[in-house]
């Protein structure tokens, strides 16, 4: 049974920094790129960064230069650092496995059940 569990996020003022850890078990973690997306509240979940298997990335325009992704394969673990953190940035942010490194929401097979971030101004 394949489950990705997320931690990390809480409330913070703007200009602060939080890493998220999302903690996979039940699959080859190493065979699958690892994605971060975000759900603010009254919209759809939107992308925002990806790491391949062999540690290429990818990010959206909105957190480009601020938001770090990574991933450790030996403890099966794929993080999102977050600086300088504004006010638009209060999400839902969930993590995902998909065997693409991929921006579409479709095409992850797995997701975690997500952790809180808020940003006050």
């Known amino acids: 049974q394949v489950q990705l569990v997320e931690s990390g996020g809480g409330l913070v003022q703007a200009g602060a920094s939080l890493r998220l850890s999302c903690a996979a078990s039940g699959l080859t ?6 994605g971060w997306f975000r759900q603010k509240p009254g919209k759809e979940r939107e992308f925002v960064a990806v790491i391949s298997r062999s540690d290429g990335t ?11 992704i990574s991933r450790d394969n030996a403890k099966n673990t794929v993080y999102l650092e977050m600086n300088s953190l504004k006010p638009e940035d209060t999400a ?10 991929t921006q579409l929401i479709w095409q992850y097979n797995y ?4 952790t809180q971030v808020t940003v006050s101004s």
């Open 92 to 101: 839902v942010y969930y993590c995902g496995a998909s065997r693409l490194t």
């Open 58 to 68: 990818i990010y959206s325009d909105s957190v480009k230069g601020r938001f770090t």
């Open 111 to 114: 997701w975690g059940q997500g």
């Open 29 to 34: 973690f190493s065979n699958y790129a690892m």
